[in-house]
């Protein structure tokens, strides 16, 4: 199997295939029947699923794809990244699953990318899981996080991500349970992004997070909140509260989702990885 080491294998037990969207994008899929995507976000790759996956049975269709310029996906230069070019890319992802209707789980920047994508290839969102992420537009007078206003600082924002490869090496430090992120886990996190020369995709899509009205991503982020504010479709929103980056957004998307059942976990940021059974049950009722 291309690219993808032994060992990683052996953890990964699942379909795995590329496909072009103008780069190429990894796959990882498991089951058969309704497809489910999930998509990761910032900094992590298809592995983020993992604990989840294990926990599910083969009822149904799970499609993981891995962003372009992280996991097993082709990288790209840092100007590459944009929210245009990834929604662009994710479209032509969905745009090979032959069904009208898919189901969405997504965290972080797996949510504008994801349903952006999910929207410009014409499918029918049929259910919807979201953890910790922003699937808001941000709103006049704002203030950016302490994260994302690093990622905007010259110089030193270029040491800390891609020198000391932040936030990859820092994973404890956004999570809440204890034993999370075991020495295994943090191998598989970090394996693709283990070369210079291939690991500017953290620091890209931490600056595609909005710092001010005028930021590229603000109209696409405005459109994705005009669609999920008349989306009725079926939804539960699976939070950690001990996120110390998007702990602020919970009630915002409950807002914007007030048909979701809120699952409240003890997780840091990264729930699939802390808190995956109530990962694995939100997916359950979600789509019975």
Request: with cysteine; charged share 25%.
């Amino acid at each position: 199997m291309k690219k993808i080491p032994n060992w990683l294998q052996k953890e990964l037990p699942y379909n795995h295939s590329w496909i072009n969207v103008g780069k190429e994008m990894h796959i990882m899929e498991k089951g058969a029947g309704k497809p489910i995507v999930m998509v990761h976000g910032n900094p992590m790759w298809g592995y983020l699923y993992k604990k989840v996956l294990d926990g599910l049975d083969d009822s149904h269709r799970y499609i993981i794809p891995d962003l372009i310029g992280f996991g097993f996906s082709e990288k790209v230069k840092i100007h590459e990244h944009s929210l245009e070019a990834h929604s662009k890319w994710m479209a032509k992802f969905f745009s090979t699953i032959k069904e009208e209707k898919i189901g969405l789980v997504v965290h972080d920047w797996g949510g504008m990318i994801g349903i952006a994508g999910a929207i410009k290839a014409g499918k029918k969102i049929d259910g919807l899981v979201v953890m910790n992420t922003a699937i808001t537009a941000p709103k006049d007078g704002f203030k950016p996080t302490w994260f994302h206003s690093l990622s905007q600082v010259p110089l030193i924002s270029s040491l800390f991500f891609r020198r000391l490869n932040f936030p990859l090496s820092f994973l404890n430090r956004f999570a809440h349970v204890p034993g999370s992120f075991d020495s295994q886990s943090m191998r598989a996190y970090k394996y693709p992004l283990r070369k210079f020369k291939d690991n500017c995709g953290p620091l890209a899509l931490a600056r595609m997070v909005p710092n001010t009205m005028q930021h590229p991503s603000v109209p696409i982020e405005q459109e994705i909140e005009t669609y999920l504010d008349s989306y009725e479709g079926k939804a539960q929103i699976v939070w950690g509260m001990n996120d110390p980056v998007m702990w602020k957004l919970r009630r915002r998307t409950s807002r914007l989702l007030p048909q979701a059942k809120v699952v409240k976990t003890d997780a840091g940021h990264f729930v699939q990885e802390e808190t995956p059974e109530e990962v694995v049950k939100a997916i359950n009722e979600v789509f019975k």
